[in-house]
């Protein structure tokens, strides 16, 4: 039984790197993750750009509830989530990188 365990971690293990070998983080992102946010300034940004759909406190309204988020997802797959446009009805949005640094930084308050 443990052996099974054991392969079947190596496997998954395997294919993780894979995925991420095969799909490196653009130049913006890691231009983003380079950088350190300002939770302050991210919370200003969301108020500005995603409270319309998110809710003043994130916890949803058209969009989901974005309590807790950083837990439920990684920093790169939040800035993918922000910036592609692939999740109708939100919106592409690219903001410079040290904004989404801040927008990282906030959402990783709540």
Known sequence: MGLIITACVSICVCAIVSWYSLHPSSPYTNSVLAKT??????????????????????????????????????PHSLIEQVTSGNTPP?????????????????????
């Open 90 to 110: 939100m919106p592409q949005f690219q903001p410079n990188p040290q904004a989404m640094a801040d927008l990282l930084g906030y959402l990783e308050t709540l």
């Open 37 to 74: 946010g300002d939770p302050i300034l991210g919370h200003a940004i969301f108020q500005i750009n995603c409270s319309g759909c998110h809710g003043l406190d994130a916890g949803g309204r058209v969009g989901p509830s974005l309590h807790e988020i950083s837990k439920r997802k990684s």
